[in-house]
């Protein structure tokens, strides 16, 4: 889910992303990953709260924060 989010906010194909990687390291900024969050939360139906976002380095401790709100609902 991540990898295709990605490839339509920053227009970039991502081929393969392992849960390890530093999001940062694919060229994806603040404001990038702002975007992908509020997808994400809308194709989910899921509010993230902003606490929970501090501290995202990788693609794991996003879906990480996704997951924990998803089985909070």
């Known amino acids: 889910?991540?990898?295709?989010t990605a490839t339509e906010?920053?227009?970039?194909?991502?081929s393969e992303i392992a849960e390890a990687?530093?999001?940062?390291e694919l060229g994806?900024?603040?404001l990038?990953?702002?975007?992908?969050?509020g997808s994400m939360e809308r194709q989910l139906k899921i509010q993230i709260p902003d606490e929970?976002?501090?501290g995202i380095q990788t693609v794991h401790d996003l879906l990480d924060?996704?997951?924990k709100r998803q089985s909070a609902a």
Do not use: C, N, Q
Request: proline residues 0%; negative net charge; hydrophobic residues 55%.
């Open 52 to 54: 929970s976002l501090a």
């Open 9 to 14: 906010i920053v227009e970039r194909e991502f």
């Open 32 to 37: 990038g990953m702002l975007e992908i969050i």
């Open 65 to 67: 924060a996704v997951e």
């Open 28 to 30: 994806i900024d603040s």
């Open 1 to 4: 889910m991540f990898s295709k």
């Open 21 to 24: 990687t530093v999001i940062s």
